[in-house]
């Protein structure tokens, strides 16, 4: 008996097919079922789940030919219609499946309903009188037996797990329910979402600041944009310590006091301590709710974070790129933190960009999106200067505290001094005690990890390679082994040369263990801290160190340039890079603007309290324009200068790149193939495209597998990349060929 109005939707399933299919939904499911819900259909004979993306299909199937949805998940849509055309974009712009894009959307704690289950309590509802109690022992004794149980507990027990383990069927258990003995109920409790263990342990100061004119402008020019409540991406471009986490914190304000919500992007959330414990201190109050989104939470913290989110009980959420997914309803600012930082790109599929994907979500949205840094991106000053974004600036540090001096040493003409102080200089060595003296901090920055970064032997120049992917191996002392930094291979370091048997062979170069020796024999009496991605793999420690750096408690703090992020001290007054060169010798395009970032961004570390601070660059280069540029603090001039650099090679911000990465374990064959697709492309594809390639990686062998790539330039990705990928279609690659499509890529190697 076919229905009058027969419901038909659309369903993205979330596994394995790259498609939207059309069902139809049961009557004693259509009030149940919205743009967003998590529903379960038949597919391919089996029971999968899926996202509706529309109530209203518009394919062209008669009803008869459909098939039913079995089940909606929950009665509340676990995504909204926004986010699904972001999803449905991210799909085309990042040439991924758009299932792929669903599942990186919508945590796996909401998807795979483990939290949801967990979720269910019950408990003793009334006590029942003797007579009811016969009657339940004589002809129902599994509900006996459970309410027996049940009226022993002090608290709520889960409801899954005490009918499993007392063999009772659910039926029993609502039969309780129904009589009113037992009570069932959703699991109210608290969880730890909103305080988190991330924020920093000492207090912060809660009270609010009055705002400086630079500061005062740019957060009137975030109102007026908040104000339209329309679309407008604003770049702020503060020098460090120029105070823009309170100019973010106006506009938060101001967003969530008409009832907006508020996304809050950083590079990365555990190293973001201060920021997340300052944004809590300042907002919480007065019941705002913030949740932070971090790789610490549970399935079922995550579940009730993202619930809360999408029923705007909680309308702050700070997090790393996938926070920009949170099913805010009502969302009026977002806000990119450090817009500059590669980590916001993601690695694999889909390799989405997440300061991009805050851009278009915010237009979607007719939100106000500010791009924060003290060191914007090229694209984004770019834009800045094309009017597309509104450009704010703060060009003063707060309380006119003076920028630091910058010297930069040449370390061509400075000998290796003693053993053990080798790659300090004599002027940072003295600055060090100089400082250590005066009791004032110092910062050491480097850009390796481990003791040393090679073993190179000095009669045959043998380095120590990995066998799988040709990079150099480094040296970790604590175990004496060498590691491959890119798959994890290690072995025993040796003690003579594996190539011509010598036993001079040397550890060369200067991870940040040597450094911290070195540092330690030049101020013998000073407390020096290590700090790298090795000493952060215990939780807590990298907060620790943190908060005794403040404190005083340590004089030199020894790091990778993770340290340079988003910290404030404000009795460091010395800040010493000791290889500043080591950025530039990449093979990527972006080395010298990365080189250009990371002297402004530790340079901004010294000097934030009232002494002026003093920073020490060493380089094999000194004149080079990246580090010259940074020295001044001359935004303007590096922007002129690598913008045309930029035009003439047609890089980014000029053109879009789409890397395209070919691997397999034969290099002929990947070679072979790279190329003849690289022929099809310049023979069929319709839209003339530049094309670079195929060459080999930069990084050739990985885990044994051989690596090509290909660059396409592109003014637009949009009409260029469909019809790419209708080629690549029809194109018979080898089986043993994988390829991605990597567009606007951030990692070159
Ligand atoms: P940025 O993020 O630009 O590096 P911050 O927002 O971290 O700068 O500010 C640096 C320091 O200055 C913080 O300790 C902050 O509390 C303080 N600060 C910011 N604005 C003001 C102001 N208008 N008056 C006084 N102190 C301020
Ligand atoms: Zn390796
Ligand atoms: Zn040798």
């Known amino acids: 008996?076919?229905?009058?109005?027969?419901?038909?939707?659309?369903?993205?399933?979330?596994?394995?097919?790259?498609?939207?299919?059309?069902?139809?939904?049961?009557?004693?499911?259509?009030?149940?079922?919205?743009?967003?819900?998590?529903?379960?259909?038949?597919?391919?004979?089996?029971?999968?789940?899926?996202?509706?993306?529309?109530?209203?299909?518009?394919?062209?199937?008669?009803?008869?030919?459909?098939?039913?949805?079995?089940?909606?998940?929950?009665?509340?849509?676990?995504?909204?219609?926004?986010?699904?055309?972001?999803?449905?974009?991210?799909?085309?712009?990042?040439?991924?499946?758009?299932?792929?894009v669903f599942e990186t959307m919508i945590p796996a704690a909401v998807r795979q309903q483990t939290a949801a289950k967990y979720a269910v309590l019950l408990e003793l509802g009334r006590i029942a009188n003797d007579e009811e109690m016969a009657a339940l022992e004589k002809r129902a004794p599994k509900q006996a037996q459970?309410?027996?149980?049940?009226?022993?507990?002090?608290?709520?027990?889960?409801?899954?797990?005490?009918?499993?383990?007392?063999?009772?069927?659910?039926?029993?258990?609502?039969?309780?329910?129904?009589?009113?003995?037992?009570?069932?109920?959703?699991?109210?409790?608290?969880?730890?979402?909103?305080?988190?263990?991330?924020?920093?342990?000492?207090?912060?100061?809660?009270?609010?600041?009055?705002?400086?004119?630079?500061?005062?402008?740019?957060?009137?020019?975030?109102?007026?944009?908040?104000?339209?409540?329309?679309?407008?991406?604003?770049?702020?471009?503060?020098?460090?310590?120029?105070?823009?986490?309170?100019?973010?914190?106006?506009?938060?304000?101001?967003?969530?006091?008409?009832?907006?919500?508020?996304?809050?992007?950083?590079?990365?959330?555990?190293?973001?301590?201060?920021?997340?414990?300052?944004?809590?201190?300042?907002?919480?109050?007065?019941?705002?709710?913030?949740?932070?989104?971090?790789?610490?939470?549970?399935?079922?913290?995550?579940?009730?974070?993202?619930?809360?989110?999408?029923?705007?009980?909680?309308?702050?959420?700070?997090?790393?790129?996938?926070?920009?997914?949170?099913?805010?309803?009502?969302?009026?600012?977002?806000?990119?933190?450090?817009?500059?930082?590669?980590?916001?790109?993601?690695?694999?599929?889909?390799?989405?960009?997440?300061?991009?994907?805050?851009?278009?979500?915010?237009?979607?949205?007719?939100?106000?999106?500010?791009?924060?840094?003290?060191?914007?991106?090229?694209?984004?000053?770019?834009?800045?200067?094309?009017?597309?974004?509104?450009?704010?600036?703060?060009?003063?540090?707060v309380d006119d505290r003076e920028l630091p001096t910058v010297h930069i040493v040449d370390m061509r003409r400075e000998k290796m001094r003693r053993d053990g102080v080798a790659n300090i200089s004599q002027a940072l060595a003295d600055k060090l005690i100089d400082r250590f003296e005066k009791r004032e901090q110092s910062i050491m920055f480097l850009n390796r990890r481990g003791y040393s970064n090679s073993v190179l032997c000095p009669d045959c120049g043998f380095v120590a390679q990995c066998p799988h992917c040709d990079v150099t191996l480094t040296y970790h002392r604590t175990d004496e082994r060498i590691k491959c930094h890119v798959c994890g291979y290690f072995e025993r370091a040796p003690s003579r040369c594996g190539k011509c048997g010598s036993v001079e062979i040397k550890r060369r170069g200067f991870g940040t263990q040597k450094i911290e020796e070195a540092i330690q024999s030049i101020v013998p009496k000073a407390k020096i801290v290590r700090l790298d991605t090795d000493t952060m793999t215990k939780k807590h420690l990298f907060r620790h160190i943190l908060d005794d750096f403040r404190k005083g408690k340590i004089d030199i703090l020894v790091g990778t340039q993770m340290i340079a992020k988003g910290l404030d001290f404000p009795n460091v007054t010395l800040v010493g890079l000791v290889d500043a060169d080591i950025a530039l010798h990449v093979p990527d395009f972006r080395a010298s603007e990365r080189c250009f970032q990371l002297l402004v961004q530790v340079a901004g570390r010294a000097g934030r309290g009232d002494t002026a601070g003093e920073v020490i660059v060493q380089t094999f280069m000194p004149h080079n324009e990246p580090i010259q540029f940074a020295r001044r603090g001359d935004f303007d001039g590096y922007l002129e200068v690598e913008l045309e650099q930029r035009k003439e090679f047609h890089y980014p911000p000029y053109r879009h790149i789409v890397r395209h990465l070919f691997r397999g374990r034969n290099p002929d064959k990947v070679v072979f193939y790279a190329e003849k697709w690289a022929d099809l492309v310049e023979e069929k594809l319709e839209h003339p495209v530049e094309i670079r390639g195929p060459a080999p990686a930069p990084l050739e062998k990985m885990k044994d597998t051989y690596r090509f790539h290909i660059w396409y330039f592109l003014g637009n990705v949009s009409k260029v990349l469909p019809s790419l990928l209708a080629l690549r279609k029809e194109f018979p690659m080898d089986e043993e060929v994988i390829d991605v499509f990597d567009v606007d890529p951030v990692d070159m190697l």
């Not at 995550?302 to 949170?326: C, H, N, T, Y």
Request: hydrophobic share 40%; aromatic share 8%.
């Open 1 to 100: 008996m076919p229905d009058e109005n027969p419901m038909i939707i659309d369903v993205v399933p979330l596994t394995g097919l790259d498609r939207v299919l059309a069902y139809i939904v049961p009557p004693s499911l259509q009030s149940k079922v919205h743009v967003g819900s998590l529903v379960r259909v038949p597919l391919l004979n089996r029971n999968q789940l899926g996202i509706v993306s529309s109530i209203d299909s518009q394919e062209e199937v008669s009803p008869e030919k459909l098939k039913f949805i079995f089940e909606a998940l929950y009665e509340d849509p676990v995504i909204n219609g926004e986010l699904i055309t972001l999803g449905r974009w991210m799909q085309r712009y990042y040439a991924s499946s758009v299932d792929v």
């Open 146 to 397: 459970l309410y027996q149980f049940i009226k022993q507990q002090i608290k709520p027990i889960p409801k899954n797990k005490i009918l499993r383990r007392l063999k009772v069927g659910a039926a029993a258990c609502a039969a309780l329910v129904k009589k009113g003995l037992v009570r069932e109920f959703k699991e109210r409790e608290e969880r730890t979402v909103y305080n988190d263990d991330l924020a920093s342990s000492e207090s912060v100061v809660a009270q609010d600041i009055v705002l400086n004119e630079e500061q005062q402008a740019a957060a009137d020019d975030f109102r007026v944009s908040l104000s339209k409540n329309e679309f407008r991406p604003h770049l702020l471009h503060g020098v460090t310590g120029s105070g823009k986490t309170e100019v973010y914190l106006d506009a938060m304000r101001s967003a969530l006091g008409e009832g907006g919500g508020v996304i809050f992007l950083v590079p990365e959330v555990a190293l973001t301590p201060q920021t997340v414990g300052r944004l809590r201190a300042r907002l919480e109050h007065g019941g705002v709710k913030i949740v932070v989104w971090h790789s610490h939470l549970s399935a079922g913290e995550r579940f009730d974070a993202w619930f809360s989110l999408a029923r705007g009980e909680a309308r702050v959420v700070v997090g790393a790129r996938s926070a920009i997914f949170a099913p805010i309803p009502n969302l009026r600012l977002v806000v990119v933190d450090e817009e500059h930082e590669p980590a916001y790109k993601q690695g694999e599929t889909p390799r989405y960009h997440g300061r991009d994907v805050a851009v278009y979500r915010a237009m979607l949205a007719g939100a106000t999106c500010v791009l924060g840094s003290a060191t914007p991106s090229l694209e984004s000053l770019y834009n800045a200067q094309q009017g597309r974004y509104r450009l704010n600036r703060l060009t003063k540090r």
